[in-house]
């Protein structure tokens, strides 16, 4: 059978390199309707008990369709929405027990980029004064040596500093995304979470954004959580990836590990989804798995393994009892998998039956018996 | 004989702050049954250029020829081009969600196209609906097809596009970036759906996309495009292991590799041209690491290259330079192998 995760999460948990701990994290959000009487009805379970940690200078990946979860994921590991229940630790201080006050440090250590430059930056206050704010907000400095600083930014970030009394509108797209890189990196945060930072941007662009946030992570030392929908992006920035699905972690593991040899059957088959230009990749590539049906909705997630509806492989034990996120037998030191069965190694997902059912201990057993 | 020959359409727009010139000389041609893909980043004219075709452009001026079997579509009246809209032509667009009605149940608005254009009345049409929205894989067709487009999910909507696209068996579809707004497991179920649809009906099909792997994927043939301008048109293949314009090699390098880490992104340097004067030149030009001198004089016509039948290129460089440089090259050995350990 497969040995349990805990272990190896409490090990990462007390080493000093440890940045940033997520701790079955939750967060629902109400759906409210009534006139007079304000009635909760329903809860969206957004997010529904995610643990990782994350490591000094280390880039998580975090992969999945809309509505899974990751966006949440990331504006509550920087404390723009309140937890439901679970924790999250910053350099070991459970930040959602803090209040305002104590919140302040913490501020300037995490910080986010979002999608969307055109959305984020306000269009009627120039570049310059955008961004002061991180300075005028948290340290004592002059006008004149706030300005020092942001022009210094500005270059750092490829921005010409003559352009400081520019507004956003005469910046392109890849320009503005620049100065919401910079505003982020004003306090010489420790992490950085981008929130599909290069999804608006054409592709000429979107590599010139990921060279510079890769050169800054080598400057500065830092540590990202880098949310995205193309799964070839993550894969070049990512050191470890995490994917979602319906609001669970569904696969953790390092890079490599994840792309090549998935074990949950919901990141196989969106990885044999995604297309692809690279033609040495195309050839090499295995069976194509088209999953049928939609994402339901996290109002009400399907019982069980939450991705048992649209599974290849499911059988009667998945819709009734959840997988834990574990350590499956075979896989290296920090590849989990949540999943009654994990995808084997050359195994073709395209004929699995759901029909075909093998008593899950000899599943169990085949998955063993596979030497990686 | 080609179905839609598309000869050096100029599309510009009048606006206060002067005049956009979107398209600057698009040619290009789709056979029976082919699928085409028009790739480009945003603002390289893409979309206008077969909206213009369509006349879906309003307010634009557009010269040039679109002969869609031999007929001019550029000189045609708006009712002539209404009846070759739906009937021959169809056109599905990025969001299901704002094409379809919101207020019309799913199968009225397929029913209409039918009844408007092939004269079938109201049940006949229905039934045809039912048929058709258990074509393109929605389930339970004669109960969904009361309902309205808000039942259904973005990819089930998309699919309702491609079943008033198909109702009247046209011998072109235009899919302009069809699958943006989806998501990728749903995307691959839209475009299996789109290659089966062609292959059964024997359509032809412009598909454009930013999505170089969509492409990659579905397409016989790919234009890309650039300042409004072809850059180069090949068959798939060849573009993508034996390009030639030093934009498409500059687009693929671009690209994260899929097949592993490969240390540093190439980016092309620059930004996109300004679409508010007319090029006199390469528009790529300015961002070309290899530009010369006459690439400043005028902008290069399309000429025949490397080893691929139809496989040409806007660009002055020696017609067998082709491939893309060993992307190995640019990783030093210690960057790869820093991309392939963890910290």
Same mark, same amino acid.
């Given at each position: 059978?497969?040995?349990?995760?805990?272990?190896?999460?409490?090990?990462?948990?007390?080493?000093?390199?440890?940045?940033?701990?997520?701790?079955?994290?939750?967060?629902?959000?109400?759906?409210?309707?009534?006139?007079?009487?304000?009635?909760?009805?329903?809860?969206?379970?957004?997010?529904?008990?995610?643990?990782?940690?994350?490591?000094?200078?280390?880039?998580?990946?975090?992969?999945?369709?809309?509505?899974?979860?990751?966006?949440?994921?990331?504006?509550?590991?920087?404390?723009?929405?309140?937890?439901?229940?679970?924790?999250?630790?910053?350099?070991?201080?459970?930040?959602?027990?803090?209040?305002?006050?104590?919140?302040?440090?913490?501020?300037?250590?995490?910080?986010?980029?979002?999608?969307?430059?055109?959305?984020?930056?306000?269009?009627?206050?120039?570049?310059?004064?955008?961004?002061?704010?991180?300075?005028?907000?948290?340290?004592?400095?002059?006008?004149?040596?706030?300005?020092?600083?942001?022009?210094?930014?500005?270059?750092?970030?490829?921005?010409?500093?003559?352009?400081?009394?520019?507004?956003?509108?005469?910046?392109?797209?890849?320009?503005?995304?620049?100065?919401?890189?910079?505003?982020?990196?004003?306090?010489?945060?420790?992490?950085?979470?981008?929130?599909?930072?290069?999804?608006?941007?054409?592709?000429?662009?979107?590599?010139?954004?990921?060279?510079?946030?890769?050169?800054?992570?080598?400057?500065?030392?830092?540590?990202?959580?880098?949310?995205?929908?193309?799964?070839?992006?993550?894969?070049?920035?990512?050191?470890?990836?995490?994917?979602?699905?319906?609001?669970?972690?569904?696969?953790?593991?390092?890079?490599?590990?994840?792309?090549?040899?998935?074990?949950?059957?919901?990141?196989?088959?969106?990885?044999?989804?995604?297309?692809?230009?690279?033609?040495?990749?195309?050839?090499?590539?295995?069976?194509?798995?088209?999953?049928?049906?939609?994402?339901?909705?996290?109002?009400?997630?399907?019982?069980?393994?939450?991705?048992?509806?649209?599974?290849?492989?499911?059988?009667?034990?998945?819709?009734?009892?959840?997988?834990?996120?574990?350590?499956?037998?075979?896989?290296?030191?920090?590849?989990?998998?949540?999943?009654?069965?994990?995808?084997?190694?050359?195994?073709?997902?395209?004929?699995?039956?759901?029909?075909?059912?093998?008593?899950?201990?000899?599943?169990?057993?085949?998955?063993?018996?596979?030497?990686? | 004989?080609?179905?839609?020959?598309?000869?050096?359409?100029?599309?510009?727009?009048?606006?206060?702050?002067?005049?956009?010139?979107?398209?600057?000389? =698009?040619?290009?041609?789709?056979?029976?049954?082919?699928?085409?893909?028009?790739?480009?980043?945003?603002?390289?004219? +893409?979309?206008?250029?077969?909206?213009?075709?369509?006349?879906?452009?309003?307010?634009?001026?557009?010269?040039?020829?679109?002969?869609?079997?031999?007929?001019?579509?550029?000189? =045609?009246?708006?009712?002539?081009?209404?009846?070759?809209?739906?009937?021959?032509?169809?056109?599905?667009?990025?969001?299901?969600?704002?094409?379809?009605?919101?207020?019309?149940?799913?199968?009225?608005?397929?029913?209409?196209?039918?009844?408007?254009?092939?004269?079938?009345?109201? +049940?006949?049409?229905?039934?045809?609906?039912?048929?058709?929205?258990?074509?393109?894989?929605?389930?339970?067709?004669?109960?969904?097809?009361?309902?309205?487009?808000?039942?259904?999910?973005?990819?089930?909507?998309?699919?309702?596009?491609?079943?008033?696209?198909?109702?009247?068996?046209?011998?072109?579809?235009?899919?302009?970036?069809?699958?943006?707004?989806?998501?990728?497991?749903?995307?691959?179920?839209?475009?299996?759906?789109?290659?089966?649809?062609?292959?059964?009906?024997?359509?032809?099909?412009?598909?454009?996309?930013?999505?170089?792997?969509?492409?990659?994927?579905?397409?016989?043939?790919?234009?890309?495009?650039?300042?409004?301008?072809?850059?180069?048109?090949?068959?798939?293949?060849?573009?993508?292991?034996?390009?030639?314009?030093?934009?498409?090699?500059?687009?693929?390098?671009?690209?994260?590799?899929?097949?592993?880490?490969?240390?540093?992104?190439?980016?092309? +340097?620059?930004?996109?041209?300004?679409? =508010?004067?007319?090029?006199?030149?390469?528009?790529?030009?300015?961002?070309?690491?290899?530009?010369?001198?006459?690439?400043?004089?005028?902008?290069?016509?399309? +000429?025949?290259?490397?080893?691929?039948?139809?496989?040409?290129?806007?660009?002055?460089?020696?017609?067998?330079?082709?491939?893309?440089?060993?992307?190995?090259?640019?990783?030093?050995?210690?960057?790869?192998?820093?991309?392939?350990?963890?910290?």
């Amino acid at each position: 059978m497969s040995t349990s995760t805990q272990g190896d999460l409490a090990v990462d948990a007390t080493d000093a390199q440890v940045l940033l701990e997520v701790d079955d994290v939750v967060k629902h959000f109400p759906v409210r309707s009534g006139a007079l009487i304000d009635r909760t009805h329903a809860q969206v379970r957004a997010v529904d008990g995610v643990s990782f940690s994350l490591k000094v200078g280390e880039t998580l990946g975090l992969v999945g369709e809309s509505g899974c979860g990751k966006s949440t994921l990331a504006r509550l590991i920087t404390a723009l929405h309140p937890v439901t229940s679970g924790h999250v630790r910053f350099r070991g201080q459970d930040i959602t027990a803090l209040n305002r006050r104590q919140m302040r440090p913490i501020r300037k250590s995490v910080q986010m980029v979002f999608q969307d430059p055109y959305g984020s930056l306000n269009p009627r206050r120039r570049v310059g004064s955008i961004l002061s704010d991180p300075f005028s907000v948290h340290e004592k400095m002059s006008r004149a040596e706030v300005k020092r600083q942001v022009q210094e930014l500005m270059a750092r970030v490829g921005l010409s500093p003559e352009h400081f009394n520019r507004f956003p509108s005469e910046f392109s797209g890849g320009q503005r995304q620049r100065i919401g890189i910079a505003r982020a990196l004003a306090l010489r945060p420790d992490l950085i979470v981008c929130d599909e930072p290069v999804s608006a941007l054409d592709v000429s662009i979107q590599a010139q954004i990921i060279n510079l946030l890769e050169d800054l992570q080598d400057e500065f030392m830092l540590t990202y959580v880098f949310i995205a929908h193309d799964l070839s992006v993550v894969r070049h920035v990512s050191d470890r990836i995490a994917v979602m699905y319906l609001g669970k972690l569904v696969e953790t593991g390092p890079v490599e590990e994840i792309y090549s040899n998935s074990r949950h059957p919901y990141t196989a088959s969106l990885l044999s989804a995604v297309p692809v230009a690279d033609q040495a990749f195309r050839t090499a590539r295995r069976e194509r798995v088209i999953l049928t049906g939609d994402v339901p909705s996290p109002v009400n997630p399907p019982s069980g393994c939450r991705f048992h509806p649209r599974c290849p492989k499911a059988q009667a034990i998945c819709a009734t009892e959840e997988p834990p996120l574990e350590h499956k037998t075979g896989d290296p030191i920090g590849h989990l998998t949540a999943c009654h069965f994990p995808v084997n190694p050359g195994e073709t997902l395209a004929n699995a039956s759901r029909d075909a059912v093998p008593a899950p201990e000899a599943a169990v057993g085949a998955t063993e018996g596979v030497d990686q | 004989m080609a179905l839609l020959d598309v000869r050096d359409l100029r599309v510009s727009f009048d606006t206060d702050d002067g005049t956009v010139y979107a398209v600057q000389g =698009m040619s290009f041609s789709v056979e029976p049954g082919q699928t085409l893909g028009i790739v480009g980043e945003s603002g390289s004219g +893409k979309s206008v250029s077969t909206q213009a075709i369509m006349g879906l452009a309003p307010g634009a001026t557009v010269t040039g020829e679109a002969l869609l079997e031999g007929a001019d579509l550029l000189t =045609m009246s708006e009712d002539e081009l209404r009846h070759i809209r739906g009937r021959t032509v169809s056109l599905i667009f990025q969001d299901p969600l704002t094409s379809l009605h919101p207020l019309y149940r799913v199968g009225a608005q397929i029913a209409e196209v039918m009844e408007t254009h092939a004269q079938m009345n109201r +049940k006949a049409a229905l039934e045809r609906a039912v048929e058709l929205l258990g074509l393109v894989g929605i389930p339970e067709p004669k109960k969904r097809v009361r309902d309205y487009p808000h039942q259904f999910s973005g990819g089930m909507r998309q699919r309702v596009m491609i079943a008033m696209a198909l109702a009247l068996e046209p011998k072109l579809i235009i899919a302009d970036e069809p699958t943006t707004a989806l998501d990728v497991t749903v995307q691959a179920q839209i475009l299996e759906l789109l290659g089966r649809m062609r292959k059964d009906f024997q359509t032809a099909v412009i598909l454009i996309t930013h999505d170089l792997g969509i492409v990659a994927d579905v397409a016989d043939d790919v234009v890309i495009m650039y300042g409004g301008r072809p850059m180069e048109r090949a068959d798939v293949r060849a573009a993508f292991i034996e390009p030639h314009h030093p934009y498409t090699q500059g687009l693929l390098q671009s690209i994260p590799s899929y097949s592993g880490r490969m240390g540093r992104l190439l980016p092309i +340097k620059g930004y996109p041209p300004s679409l =508010m004067r007319q090029i006199q030149a390469c528009p790529f030009a300015p961002r070309c690491p290899q530009a010369h001198d006459e690439c400043l004089v005028a902008p290069p016509p399309l +000429k025949p290259v490397g080893t691929s039948p139809g496989h040409l290129s806007a660009c002055v460089l020696p017609s067998d330079a082709v491939g893309l440089p060993a992307h190995d090259a640019q990783a030093t050995p210690a960057e790869a192998a820093v991309g392939g350990v963890e910290p």
